[in-house]
């Protein structure tokens, strides 16, 4: 008899000649107690392998504690997702985000800005390439990161909103690593000593507005970043009408990033809440921006923005 916690996974993950690292559950039925099929020390053959592909109603699990791991064998095969065109693109994207998460949200917490960052290119590195390879689509995205206001997950999703709307722009390359590694640092500012600010009150209303500040000195002094991740950190909170802060810039005085980065954090606080059942779906949210007539946003931009998302939602 099983007393673990299972946390269920899809059975493509499994490759042959591979191991696992942590034992393997299968139940062919509902409510049929799962039993295991992999032992943590054994390489998956090609008969387990194709037992794993032959059944359709096939759920496979492994031990939840032993999700770490899971996250690092992903880790290690992540090329292989990002190419291999015989899984849907959905799944490899989900897949793909279920490797970055987990490490993002340790390097997020850290103290040491100097590693926070180098994990923030290497991400950016990999969510450029997702965007050339795979087919990702923003409700994909918010299903496969879900929903919520933890800090590291909504930076991740910025991030690689930042990199679908710059792609649509025409930017490619070192740019869109630049717009990625932006969405991801760009609320770094609201952590300190891998603490976020989560306390009500005046004091903490202040340092949420200051947070942009904070940000960008804690980015200024590395040479790892370039002059558009530190304006996304810093002006990100800018309106091109002066009502924003954190010095309320007007106008082409605000960084393209950080316009950028403007809508789609926008759009990320629409679909995420502390309460799921009070967000907004994505077409709700499309349809609340595409009816602000306020001169906060960039308004060419914020049109790509919106045919963008339209077609993901009519893709999707």
Same mark, same amino acid.
């Given at each position: 008899?099983?007393?673990?916690?299972?946390?269920?996974?899809?059975?493509?993950?499994?490759?042959?000649?591979?191991?696992?690292?942590?034992?393997?559950?299968?139940?062919?039925?509902?409510?049929?107690?799962?039993?295991?099929?992999?032992?943590?020390?054994?390489?998956?053959?090609?008969?387990?392998?194709?037992?794993?592909?032959?059944?359709?109603?096939?759920?496979?699990?492994?031990?939840?504690?032993?999700?770490?791991?899971?996250?690092?064998?992903?880790?290690?095969?992540?090329?292989?997702?990002?190419?291999?065109?015989?899984?849907?693109?959905?799944?490899?994207?989900?897949?793909?985000?279920?490797?970055?998460?987990?490490?993002?949200?340790?390097?997020?917490?850290?103290?040491?800005?100097?590693?926070?960052?180098?994990?923030?290119?290497?991400?950016?590195?990999?969510?450029?390439?997702?965007?050339?390879?795979?087919?990702?689509?923003?409700?994909?995205?918010?299903?496969?990161?879900?929903?919520?206001?933890?800090?590291?997950?909504?930076?991740? !999703?910025? /991030?690689?909103? $930042? *990199?679908?709307? =710059?792609?649509? %722009?025409?930017? +490619?390359?070192?740019?869109?690593?630049?717009?990625?590694?932006?969405?991801?640092?760009?609320?770094?500012?609201?952590?300190?000593?891998?603490?976020?600010?989560?306390?009500?009150?005046?004091?903490?209303?202040?340092?949420?507005?200051?947070?942009?500040?904070?940000?960008?000195?804690?980015?200024?002094?590395?040479?790892?970043?370039?002059?558009?991740?530190?304006?996304?950190?810093?002006?990100?909170?800018?309106?091109?009408?002066?009502?924003?802060?954190?010095?309320?810039?007007?106008?082409?005085?605000?960084?393209?990033?950080?316009?950028?980065?403007?809508?789609?954090?926008?759009?990320?606080?629409?679909?995420?809440?502390?309460?799921? !059942?009070? /967000?907004?779906? $994505? *077409?709700?949210? =499309?349809?609340? %921006?595409?009816? +602000?007539?306020?001169?906060?946003?960039?308004?060419?931009?914020?049109?790509?923005?919106?045919?963008?998302?339209?077609?993901?939602?009519?893709?999707?």
């Amino acid at each position: 008899m099983i007393s673990l916690t299972l946390h269920e996974i899809h059975p493509a993950t499994i490759l042959p000649q591979s191991l696992m690292g942590f034992n393997v559950y299968l139940s062919n039925g509902e409510g049929e107690r799962p039993v295991k099929f992999l032992s943590s020390e054994k390489m998956v053959d090609e008969t387990d392998y194709d037992q794993l592909r032959e059944n359709a109603n096939l759920k496979v699990f492994i031990d939840a504690t032993s999700l770490a791991e899971y996250r690092e064998y992903l880790v290690a095969h992540s090329s292989k997702w990002l190419t291999d065109e015989r899984l849907p693109s959905r799944l490899r994207t989900a897949l793909l985000l279920e490797c970055l998460v987990a490490k993002w949200q340790s390097a997020f917490s850290s103290s040491s800005t100097d590693t926070t960052i180098d994990v923030a290119k290497e991400i950016s590195e990999r969510l450029v390439l997702s965007i050339e390879f795979l087919d990702v689509r923003i409700p994909d995205v918010i299903q496969a990161l879900d929903m919520g206001i933890d800090l590291a997950r909504h930076s991740l !999703r910025t /991030a690689i909103y $930042c *990199g679908l709307l =710059g792609n649509s %722009m025409g930017y +490619d390359g070192t740019v869109l690593n630049e717009l990625c590694m932006g969405g991801l640092l760009h609320d770094i500012g609201k952590q300190s000593n891998g603490e976020s600010f989560k306390s009500a009150g005046p004091e903490n209303d202040r340092s949420m507005r200051a947070h942009p500040l904070f940000g960008f000195r804690r980015l200024c002094n590395s040479r790892n970043v370039t002059t558009t991740v530190l304006m996304m950190c810093y002006q990100h909170h800018e309106n091109l009408d002066g009502s924003g802060f954190p010095v309320r810039l007007i106008g082409d005085e605000i960084h393209f990033g950080a316009k950028i980065c403007a809508i789609v954090n926008r759009f990320d606080h629409l679909t995420s809440s502390e309460n799921p !059942r009070m /967000a907004y779906t $994505c *077409g709700s949210a =499309g349809r609340i %921006m595409e009816q +602000d007539r306020s001169n906060r946003f960039d308004q060419e931009i914020m049109k790509t923005w919106l045919k963008l998302l339209k077609s993901h939602l009519k893709n999707s």
